[in-house]
């Protein structure tokens, strides 16, 4: 029998989600995560085995020896942490975005040609019920071409009623992340949806910022004041795709729809987990597909989309599929995001570089323009067109 391939998860926050998946699948063990976090740490150790290494930083978990490390730590560190990993000769999953500025996401994807270490986004909105089923029936053939495209995902914060439990878990920090976050930059759970569903590629972007002074009022815990962003792609079909980031209004939802040459497929607006199907020659069908989950992946986070996630990981780090955002797929995800927020910044269309194109996308060589404060440095460009950099 071959020794176990080892995990590494790296935040405990949001990683412990994939904690019981890993160990309970065959071949595989957590052997180590870190967590800086004391409070954190002291939840951690309540539910992991002997066999799992609590530790307290990057470095300690790398020393214990991992085969493959689960970034779940701050969405705008992944990409730095990423390269560390690969450099150190261990494969990557990535629990949101691959890189936060385009120098890092080339200085990602070039990792990963130089070190052949393995490399997968883990998006899990298109393995849940929904999604999952249209981009099963779109790929079938039975729509034909897809022609344009919606995707909207709808997450307000801090409206639970308790403002200082929401601070003190969400916003943490004056320069947390969250505060920070520009309207375009998470991508995973909207345009990452019809990427996986046509496998198409984002060539042009337009995007412009939501904002109005009444929602911005209730943001006083964030600096940016926006509500969020819409984007429109053209990809390289020729297909007009139309993509929220991650609006702070709600209802709190998520809604596909692909719209092709002989029909249109959506998930439904009161219910993600529900299809509406519409050729146009033929009656609709409204339905709740089968998700066809696992008892033990229904149990874990999302929807049971976590575990079904994770499954689809663990035979690509076994080497029996590939995975539907590989490195390049991944670093083509974030360029998505972080060109719409150009867009906005400079009030006009751009063509958003190639990653697989080796003389495209040297425009993105030190390019490491940011909103976040990264390694002691003051943000390069503001978070939003209505929060300047001061």
């Known amino acids: 029998m071959s020794d176990p391939i080892r995990i590494g998860i790296f935040g405990g926050f949001r990683g412990m989600a994939f904690y019981d998946s890993v160990m309970e699948t065959p071949g ?3 052997t180590a995560v870190a967590e800086k ?4 740490r002291n939840q951690i150790k309540k539910k992991i085995t002997p066999s799992t290494t609590l530790c307290e930083s990057f470095d300690e978990l790398l020393s214990v020896g991992v085969d493959a490390v689960i970034l779940a730590n701050f969405f705008h560190q992944h990409g730095a942490y990423a390269i560390r990993a690969m450099e150190a000769g261990v494969d990557v ?3 949101t975005t691959a890189a936060p500025t385009a120098g890092e996401v080339l200085d990602l994807v070039e990792c990963a040609e130089r070190t052949g270490r393995k490399y997968v986004l883990a998006a899990n909105c298109p393995v849940m019920p929904g999604p999952a089923e249209m981009i099963r029936r779109y ?5 034909g071409e897809v022609e344009y495209a919606e995707a909207e995902y709808l997450h307000p914060l801090g409206d639970s009623g ?5 601070a003190k878990t969400l916003f943490p920090t004056a320069a947390h992340w969250r505060r920070l976050l520009p309207g375009t930059h998470d991508k995973m759970h909207s345009l990452g949806v019809l990427i996986a569903a046509t496998g198409l590629w984002p060539k042009r972007v337009t995007g412009m910022e ?3 002074e009444r929602h911005a009022a209730r943001l006083h815990l964030k600096n940016n004041k926006s509500a969020g962003s819409v984007s429109l792609y053209e990809m390289d079909n020729g297909a007009i795709f139309r993509s929220t980031g991650c609006c702070g209004f709600g209802p709190a939802g998520k809604w596909y729809r692909l719209t092709c040459n002989d029909g249109t497929i959506e998930t439904t607006r009161v219910d ?3 299809i509406l199907f519409r050729p146009n020659d033929a009656k609709f069908e409204e339905y709740s597909p089968d998700s066809g989950m696992t008892e033990a992946e229904m149990a874990t986070g999302h929807g049971g989309a976590d575990g079904r996630i994770w499954r689809e990981i663990a035979q690509y780090l076994k080497g029996e599929k590939e995975p539907t955002f590989d490195v390049y797929r991944a670093a083509a995800l974030s360029l998505a995001g972080i060109y719409g927020f150009y867009s906005i910044l400079e009030g006009r269309t751009l063509d958003i570089p190639d990653i697989r194109d080796k003389s495209a996308r040297e425009i993105l060589r030190g390019d490491y323009r940011t909103p976040f404060p ?3 440095k003051a943000p390069t460009i503001p978070c939003s067109i209505h929060a300047p950099l001061k």
């Open 28 to 30: 595989f063990t957590v």
């Open 37 to 40: 976090n004391p409070e954190t």
């Open 93 to 95: 999953i990535s629990e």
């Open 139 to 143: 790929q079938s053939g039975e729509l």
């Open 162 to 166: 308790n403002e200082e439990e929401t």
């Open 210 to 212: 939501i904002y109005t």
């Open 272 to 274: 993600q987990d529900r």
């Open 374 to 376: 990264t390694d002691g």
